[in-house]
């Protein structure tokens, strides 16, 4: 079974306005971190924000939030105020077993993000 | 500035011979650094843990005498990739984890290997 689900291989959205990109995610791992990063095409992996199993508070960063609904395993990545610069590839990605040293990311296939002025 | 260093950024070989990438952590000790591989339009793929110190764990697939990676310091892994070929062509990106201060990841800057 896949850890990392994104459905959106693509996706357009009008400078300025909101978009969602999806992530749905399986562990059964009780510890787990959740990231999304983007990379532009010049292939860097840029952090843009982070959720813990444990945090009881939706991550934000600047014009990223994060929704995560645990019962439902998905940490969708919210990007408010659409800018050109924003697109890029995302990639959703989770570390399991925080505690235990399994420490790699398993990244999603990515969602492609074009940006439309 | 970046605090993991990937070098080369870019590199074209001939199809037989090797090529060594290295992944160096700046201003932090590394005892763990991962190597991925990333080919056109997909996803990251871990191909092994280099762990320092000792031998490399390998993901299932993934050939250990092609892809021969060294950890021979705490700011330092080297992937060398053996008797290239063409479709070994790909993104090769690393990652390592500073624990102090909480296990933050960084990522290399990636490399991009032609073989022709």
């Known amino acids: 079974a896949q850890k990392i689900t994104q459905t959106q291989p693509g996706m357009f959205v009008q400078e300025k306005e909101a978009v969602t990109l999806d992530c749905t995610y399986d562990t059964s791992d009780q510890s787990y971190g959740l990231f999304w990063y983007k990379q532009p095409s010049s292939g860097e992996m840029i952090f843009l924000i982070y959720?813990?199993?444990?945090?009881?508070q939706n991550a934000t960063e600047g014009r990223y939030s994060l929704n995560f609904q645990k019962a439902r395993k998905s940490a969708n990545l919210v990007i408010s105020a659409s800018q050109l610069g924003d697109s890029a590839m995302y990639f959703c990605a989770m570390r399991e077993g925080w505690d235990t040293g399994r420490r790699a990311l398993t990244f999603g296939s990515g969602t492609r993000l074009q940006v439309q002025p | 500035g970046a605090v993991v260093s990937q070098h080369p950024s870019w590199v074209i070989c001939k199809s037989g011979t090797s090529v060594k990438i290295e992944c160096r952590s700046l201003d932090f000790q590394a005892t763990t650094m991962f190597w991925y591989r990333q080919f056109p339009k997909q996803s990251l793929m871990l191909m092994a843990t280099?762990?320092?110190?000792?031998?490399?764990?390998?993901e299932q697939g993934v050939e250990k005498d092609k892809f021969l990676i060294n950890h021979a310091s705490l700011t330092l892994s080297t992937l060398t990739v053996t008797s290239a070929h063409p479709e070994d062509s790909s993104f090769y990106i690393c990652?390592?984890?500073?624990?102090?201060?909480?296990?933050?990841?960084?990522f290399g800057e990636g490399s991009w290997l032609t073989v022709v």
């Open positions: 990652s390592a984890i500073r624990t102090v201060g909480g296990n933050t990841i960084y």
């Open positions: 280099s762990n320092e110190g000792s031998k490399a764990t390998y």
């Open positions: 959720q813990g199993s444990y945090d009881e």
